[in-house]
């Protein structure tokens, strides 16, 4: 499967913006779906994810409130959400996708995806 994100942009904080990730050359519904995001010097850290049927969602904690995972099946596409943001949310944001479901000890890990987009940056101003 081919991944393609999209959506970044400059915000200021405490605004929002909507990254999505269209995924092609696979069926959708099989993967089970996540944003990553990385700071400059920084590695790259889970942010959210979603399993195949969207009935579970998992997020970090610093996110947790404040962004939205979601998948729709009939575009082949995945979004994030992200409300209230702050400077400290400045990073490329990568999407990602892994045959099957991931179960909860799985669904943070980098190592676990095996599909990634090329990223989309996203800068919030103070």
């Known amino acids: 499967v081919q991944l393609q994100a999209s959506g970044g942009g400059l915000v200021q904080a405490g605004g929002s913006l909507r990254v999505s990730c269209a995924a092609s050359?696979?069926?959708?519904?099989?993967?089970?779906m996540g944003w990553f995001r990385q700071a400059p010097g920084k590695e790259r850290e889970f942010v959210a994810s979603?399993?195949?049927?969207?009935?579970?969602?998992y997020y970090h904690g610093s996110v947790k409130g404040r962004f939205t995972i979601s998948r729709d099946s009939a575009k082949s596409t995945m979004y994030l959400q992200m409300n209230n943001l702050k400077p400290e949310d400045t990073a490329v944001y990568y999407c990602a996708a892994r045959f099957g479901d991931l179960v909860m000890s799985q669904h943070g890990a980098v190592q676990s995806y095996n599909y990634w987009g090329q990223g989309t940056l996203v800068t919030v101003s103070s």
């Open positions: 979603i399993r195949r049927n969207g009935g579970s969602r």
């Open positions: 050359g696979g069926s959708f519904s099989l993967y089970h």
